[in-house]
């Protein structure tokens, strides 16, 4: 006889002698039993309100943390893509502008990439005490 | 186990079914924490409790999981007994080392365990003396295995949970649950044998 043969063979057995359990145990069991489905019972409505998930009046979907935590993550990064949108303008603007006023200017470009026109500036610009 | 998700397209288990199931496990549970702790008004409040957190906490399942999760919970139960009789037992063992023996430090647990004697049942008298004896061995060789290798018998063969599923109620792997089984089934052949029993 193999392994599952006698297992299954005590278990018929073993099933055969829950006739003999005697009445007190069953009758205890029963009391044991219809307490349990007391206590569920009791908890029956506060179960279906925590189920629906419309207590709040918010669908049930938004209170679950598998959806909220990448839709949390969605919305922070569209923000910071936003936000970097709005200064791009900005630096840019700034950058024409500065390159408008070095164009227009008498003094040719080329003059910035000289080293003696950075000296002569320095020597001949005002000091903080002649201003 | 099944996820969140898959349990809420499953229609929950009625008050009636929840009712149902409990009557049709009641008995075998109540035998599985008798082997477990031999002490039958023992065995009636670890079922009571089982019962009682199952309705507390999973009554909202869907009926076809409720067996794993009785199974789950009583099994939880018993170990949390073993455990708190384990501490009961050294300070007792430390206590009694002060005091001197007991009159009965050497009796044997396992004759404390009643053998019906069977006389509501169909056939002969010889035969029900038989039936009733070969249980009462089977029932005295469940409880003298080891705590981990009767739960995997007992959900492996007579709850007839498969390999997996015993593994999830016990905690352990799969390959545990099969060897649990194994020495159980063998120790339980040679202690029959060696009473004279074939089944």
Avoid at chain 1, 22 to 44: C, F, I
Avoid at chain 2, 1 to 27: I, Y
Avoid at chain 2, 125 to 145: K, N
């Amino acid at each position: 006889m193999n392994e599952q043969d006698l297992g299954k063979r005590i278990a018929q057995r073993l099933d055969g002698g829950l006739d003999d359990i005697s009445s007190n145990v069953t009758y205890r069991l029963r009391v044991a039993r219809e307490a349990a489905l007391t206590r569920a019972h009791q908890l029956e409505p506060a179960i279906v309100v925590a189920g629906t998930g419309t207590l709040s009046g918010m669908p049930a979907w938004l209170s679950n943390r598998r959806f909220l935590a990448p839709v949390t993550a969605l919305v922070l990064a569209a923000l910071i893509i936003y936000w970097q949108q709005l200064q791009q303008p900005t630096h840019t603007a700034d950058n024409a502008d500065i390159d408008a006023q070095m164009l227009s200017d008498d003094l040719p470009v080329t003059a910035y990439t000289d080293l003696g026109f950075e000296v002569w500036l320095r020597e001949h610009s005002p000091g903080p005490s002649e201003q | 186990m099944l996820g969140d998700s898959q349990t809420r397209h499953r229609p929950l288990a009625t008050e009636k079914e929840l009712a149902g199931f409990l009557t049709e496990v009641e008995r075998r549970a109540f035998k599985q924490a008798v082997f477990a702790v031999r002490d039958e008004h023992l065995a009636l409040d670890l079922v009571q409790d089982a019962m009682l957190r199952l309705a507390e906490k999973y009554s909202s399942k869907p009926l076809e999981e409720l067996p794993l999760l009785f199974q789950r919970i009583l099994q939880n139960i018993i170990r949390d007994h073993y455990r708190r009789h384990k501490v009961r037992s050294l300070w007792t063992t430390l206590l009694s080392s002060l005091r001197g023996k007991d009159d009965d430090e050497d009796r044997d647990p396992l004759d404390t365990l009643e053998v019906k004697e069977g006389a509501n049942r169909l056939g002969g008298p010889s035969e029900q003396l038989e039936r009733s004896q070969t249980l009462g061995m089977i029932e005295q060789g469940l409880a003298s295995l080891p705590a981990r290798q009767r739960e995997a018998f007992l959900l492996r063969y007579w709850e007839e949970l498969d390999v997996s599923e015993t593994a999830q109620v016990m905690g352990c792997s799969e390959g545990s649950v099969k060897t649990h089984c194994s020495r159980a089934t063998h120790a339980l052949a040679d202690f029959l044998k060696s009473k004279g029993i074939s089944l």
